[in-house]
């Protein structure tokens, strides 16, 4: 009864000591994923700065006839496609989403992404070109 006894006890202590064990390592993996998830976490300042950039060159929110034929002078010296022209206009005349142009348009947010950056490349040359 003995041996019983003792085979008893040290099964208990040896799942005593896996559980220990076990739980151990769950809570260190919890907290390194928890750590892990709060350095990959942009603060909600970080993000709100970010997404108040905008280029806002609308001709409605141009104040000078001069102004406005600046504006459509830039626009054709770019050389512009029609769709490019239209994304242009929708993104930084109507503050619209890359999501909501694409929609609109009938394509894929990445290809209005790709369009919007080449438009940003040709205006910065020209920018560059004329200052």
């Known amino acids: 009864m003995s041996k019983d006894r003792n085979s008893d006890e040290s099964v208990?202590?040896?799942f005593s000591s896996y559980v220990k064990s076990s739980l151990q390592h769950a809570s260190s993996d919890y907290f390194k994923k928890l750590f892990h998830d709060y350095s990959h976490i942009a603060l909600?300042?970080?993000?709100t700065y970010e997404l108040n950039i905008s280029l806002n060159i609308c001709p409605m929110h141009l104040q000078e006839e001069n102004d406005h034929t600046l504006f459509t002078q830039v626009i054709e010296d770019l050389q512009l496609?029609?769709?490019e022209k239209k994304i242009f206009c929708l993104k930084y005349c109507e503050d619209k989403t890359d999501k909501e142009i694409a929609s609109s348009m009938g394509v894929t947010r990445q290809a209005i992404s790709k369009t919007k950056s080449n438009i940003l490349v040709k205006l910065k040359?020209?920018?560059e070109m004329h200052s």
């Open 81 to 83: 496609s029609p769709k």
């Open 44 to 47: 909600l300042d970080a993000v």
């Open 12 to 14: 208990e202590k040896a």
């Open 125 to 127: 040359s020209h920018l």
